[in-house]
């Protein structure tokens, strides 16, 4: 983006014609780096706005929060963060628009490392001498970035999580031994998440995620991952006061991680799940479909979509992802999915083939646990296979005599309808519901 200083010195907005810079910060926005980013249009818009205005040394983070973001003064202590942010995105997306479409702009629109005031050059292209020395200097250069963005892209693969979505790896400025380190330690708390109603895994679980947010606060993925921990805690904790105060807090959480990865599927499915436990059903839907459609093979993004749909009855959603809930399964686990899809299939009628997804589940791994032993009771029963329902049923008495199945189930599904076909099922069979009220 820029070359030697004595051929580009940097000058503020008065060294140039106003119409110039104008020109200039148009034809950034309607670049191909920008378009389509509204949040990074509106930084820079306003950043060259209070510049031409003579308020440069007023450019501070907590003027963007508030004038940009639309932040009050009790946010602003913890939305700096999401500004610092922002501006970097700016400054990349700057070096690409001036590295490639705008190589050849009259003036150049900068936002150095460290300020939030923009500076101003003579364009490369000013001079034939400039233009030689740029297209040289920027040969040489290129050519070093892609030697190190190769070093560090095998690195960052070796020791980041490969379950992480492609697009958090590609940000090779950032990387950082925090980032790094918080990336792992979030790897590390998705796969304490699941089984849900496993409170003892759960706990753990969000201690990784607030140590990841420790880690680099300015990095998504611990707010993603802990909105998701705490709203199933709020779940399973129904009807207590604490309920309310996890919800709080996942939404804070969920919300935060948008800002910081407004476009990543965890942060996205992290959202929905939070709508969906207060809910805002369609938003959520819109969410996680979202979230899916980004990162298809992502089997913690699947596991949620799957479970939102199903409690939301759209039974025909998971069924209609069946083959990509198997091999997710068979490929990185899954195992929730799997079981949503084994819930949907009993609540459509398909007795048997809910039998066969559940045994399939659990024989590769996934979790014998208190919701997929509900179901297979209730689809034994329908089915005919009495004796089977029943010897089940005893089971379930047995390992989870004071587990709040009907309650917990009534509190996840928008209507309670298919709750009734499933413990009427189950009764039938020989289960007691008890009175328990919590998971705990």
């Not at 399939?360 to 791994?365: K, L, Q, R, V």
Request: hydrophobic residues 40%; negative net charge.
């Amino acid at each position: 983006m820029t070359s030697s200083t004595d051929d580009v010195p940097q000058k503020d907005a008065g060294s140039f014609p106003r119409e110039q810079i104008r020109t200039a910060l148009d034809r950034v926005l309607a670049s191909k780096d920008f378009k389509g980013s509204a949040r990074m249009q509106s930084f820079l818009s306003y950043v060259v706005d209070e510049a031409l205005a003579g308020r440069t040394e007023d450019i501070r983070a907590k003027t963007i929060a508030m004038d940009v973001y639309g932040y009050d003064a009790d946010e602003l202590a913890r939305r700096e963060g999401v500004v610092r942010v922002d501006a970097g995105r700016v400054r990349r997306k700057l070096k690409a628009y001036y590295g490639g479409e705008g190589a050849n702009d009259p003036v150049v629109i900068s936002l150095p490392v460290g300020s939030y005031a923009p500076e101003f050059q003579t364009g490369v292209g000013g001079t034939p001498k400039t233009r030689r020395k740029f297209f040289v200097v920027g040969a040489l250069v290129g050519a070093l970035l892609l030697c190190i963005g190769a070093y560090m892209a095998v690195t960052f693969q070796q020791e980041a999580s490969p379950t992480l979505p492609a697009t958090d790896q590609s940000s090779i400025y950032d990387v950082s031994p925090n980032r790094v380190e918080a990336m792992n330690l979030c790897t590390s708390g998705r796969d304490l998440i699941f089984p849900v109603v496993d409170l003892s895994r759960l706990r753990p679980a969000l201690l990784v995620f607030e140590t990841a947010i420790e880690r680099d606060p300015l990095y998504y993925c611990g707010y993603a991952g802990a909105a998701q921990v705490e709203t199933m805690l709020a779940i399973l904790q129904f009807g207590r006061p604490i309920e309310g105060e996890l919800l709080a807090t996942a939404g804070d959480n969920s919300a935060h991680a948008i800002e910081l990865a407004p476009d990543a599927p965890w942060a996205l499915s992290a959202r929905a799940w939070f709508e969906f436990a207060t809910g805002s059903f369609n938003k959520a839907v819109n969410l996680t479909k979202r979230a899916t459609d980004m990162a298809p093979d992502d089997p913690h993004i699947a596991e949620f979509d799957a479970l939102i749909s199903l409690y939301t009855l759209d039974f025909e959603r998971v069924l209609s992802h069946a083959e990509r809930y198997r091999t997710l399964a068979k490929d990185s686990g899954g195992s929730v999915a799997g079981n949503a899809l084994g819930a949907a299939q009993f609540h459509t009628g398909e007795y048997a083939a809910t039998i066969r997804t559940y045994e399939d589940t659990i024989a590769s791994g996934g979790p014998f646990g208190p919701i997929s032993t509900a179901y297979l009771i209730a689809a034994h029963w329908n089915k005919g296979d009495q004796a089977e329902a029943r010897r089940l049923a005893e089971v379930f008495e047995e390992t989870w005599p004071n587990f709040p199945l009907e309650a917990l189930k009534t509190r996840v599904f928008a209507d309670p309808a298919p709750v009734q076909d499933l413990t009427a099922a189950m009764r039938a069979a020989g289960w007691s519901s008890g009175n328990p009220t919590t998971a705990e």
